[in-house]
C-alpha cells in the first residue's frame, strides 16, 4: 500500500535552530543504532519509522556500522524509504557517519580522506541516496592531522555528497580545535553528536561553551540511559526483550541496587507531575537550549509515541529541576 503522511504531521513537533545554520532539527530525533539490524522484524522498524514521521519528526540518525550486521541498518531505511517516504525526501533530514572500524585492513576506520570518502560512498549506495542531509566524522583520530580529516568533510560538502557535516564524540578541547579547522575550509560545523543523559553530564564541563562559542548545534544521544531513565527496569528485573538483557552495550553489572536508587527516586519526581521517567529525562534535556534535539532510540512504535508525547507536556518547572538536582548530586 501506498504510504500517506499525515497531513497534520507538523502541528505537535518543535523544531529549533541547530546552532547558527539554517537548518532547524526536531526536539525528537530517532536513532537507528538499535532495531535495525537484519535480524529485527522490518515491519517493525518500519512502523517506527512512519509514525515518527506522521509525528513531525523529521531527522533520522544512522552510521556506517549500525545493524548487525554493519551496514544493514543503512540498507533497512534505504527499502523504508523507497517503499514510503521518498516522495517526501525534502521533508526529511538524513544523518550517516564513518569513524569506527567498517572493514579490514588500514583504510577501513578512524579519520583519514581516503577511509571518510569511500564509506560515505558505500552508505549512499547502501541508502540510494545521492546525497545525506549530515556526514558525521564519528569519533576523534589521534593519529590523523586533524586538517586532513576536516578538509575531506569539507570536499565532501564541495562535493554535494553531504549538504552539512559535524563531528562525534569529539571533546571540548578537541572541538575547539577542529571546528575552527573545517571553518578555515569555507565549510561550518553544523553539529555535534555528544553522549548527554541525566545520568551522563559530561557535557556540561566546557564542550557546550564551545559549541555556543563557535555556533555549533548539539544532538544528544542515549538520552535515556539506553533504556535505564524508563520504566523498564525500576524494579530491578531485566525484561527478555530488553537491551540489558543482551548483556552488551548495556551491561546487567551496570544496573546496581544504588543506580535502582537514583531511577526510582527520578522516577518518583516524575510521576509526581504526572509524567513518566522517560518524559522526564527528554524534558531535562531540553530545558538547555543549546540542546538542539534529543536523540533517541525505540524497539517499537509504542515506546516512540510513549517518548513523544513529553512534547505535549508543560516543560520542567523550577521546582521539578531543584529535585532532580537533588537526586543527582547524591549519585
Ligand atoms: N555518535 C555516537 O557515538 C552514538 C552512540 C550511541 C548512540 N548514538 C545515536 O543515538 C541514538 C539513540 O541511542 P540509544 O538507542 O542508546 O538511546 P536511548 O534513547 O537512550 O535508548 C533507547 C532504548 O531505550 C529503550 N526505550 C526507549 N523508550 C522506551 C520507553 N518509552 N519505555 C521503555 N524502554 C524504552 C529501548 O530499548 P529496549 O526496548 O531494547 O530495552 C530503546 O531502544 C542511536 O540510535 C544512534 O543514532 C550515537
Given at each position: 500500500m501506498v504510504f500517506r503522511a499525515n497531513d497534520n504531521r507538523y502541528k505537535a513537533m518543535k523544531y529549533r535552530r541547530c546552532g547558527k545554520s539554517g537548518l532547524l532539527l526536531p526536539e525528537i530525533s530517532l536513532g537507528l543504532w538499535h532495531n535495525f539490524g537484519d535480524a529485527d522484524k522490518y515491519e517493525t522498524g518500519r512502523e517506527t519509522v512512519l509514525n515518527a514521521f506522521d509525528a513531525g519528526l523529521t531527522h533520522f540518525d544512522i552510521a556506517n556500522n549500525y545493524g548487525p550486521p554493519h551496514g544493514s541498518a543503512e540498507t533497512i531505511f534505504g527499502r523504508i524509504l523507497k517503499e514510503n517516504l521518498l516522495p517526501y525526501r525534502n521533508e526529511i533530514v538524513i544523518a550517516t557517519k564513518a569513524g569506527f572500524r567498517m572493514w579490514p585492513g588500514p583504510y577501513g576506520d578512524w579519520g583519514s580522506r581516503k577511509y571518510l570518502f569511500a564509506s560515505l560512498d558505500a552508505s549512499l549506495k547502501r541508502m540510494g541516496l545521492d546525497y545525506v542531509d549530515i556526514f558525521y566524522h564519528h569519533r576523534p583520530d589521534p593519529n590523523t592531522p586533524v586538517e586532513e580529516t576536516m578538509s575531506a568533510l569539507a570536499d565532501i560538502v564541495r562535493r554535494g555528497k553531504a549538504l552539512y557535516v559535524g563531528i562525534s564524540n569529539y571533546s571540548a578541547e578537541e572541538s575547539a580545535q577542529a571546528i575552527p579547522v573545517l571553518r578555515s575550509y569555507g565549510v561550518p560545523c553544523l553539529i555535534h553528536q555528544a553522549k548527554y543523559s541525566m545520568l551522563n553530564r559530561t557535557i556540561e564541563n566546557g564542550l557546550l561553551d564551545v559549541l555556543e562559542k563557535e555556533g555549533t548545534g548539539c544532538i544528544c544521544f542515549s538520552p535515556l540511559a539506553q533504556g535505564l531513565l524508563t520504566g523498564r527496569y525500576l524494579d530491578g528485573s531485566i525484561p527478555e526483550d530488553s537491551r540489558a538483557f543482551q548483556d552488551r552495550f548495556l551491561k546487567v553489572s551496570s544496573i546496581t541496587p544504588e543506580l535502582l536508587k537514583t531511577l526510582n527516586a527520578l522516577n518518583d519526581i516524575a510521576q509526581e507531575n504526572g509524567r513518566t521517567l522517560a518524559a522526564l529525562a527528554i524534558l531535562w534535556i531540553l530545558?538547555?537550549?543549546?540542546?538542539?534535539s534529543v536523540l533517541l532510540g525505540a524497539s517499537s512504535s509504542a515506546q516512540l509515541s510513549e517518548n513523544l508525547s513529553a512534547l505535549a507536556q508543560e516543560p520542567l518547572s523550577k521546582d521539578e529541576l531543584e529535585k532532580i538536582e537533588n537526586v543527582l548530586c547524591k549519585e
Open positions: 530545558r538547555d537550549a543549546r540542546n538542539t
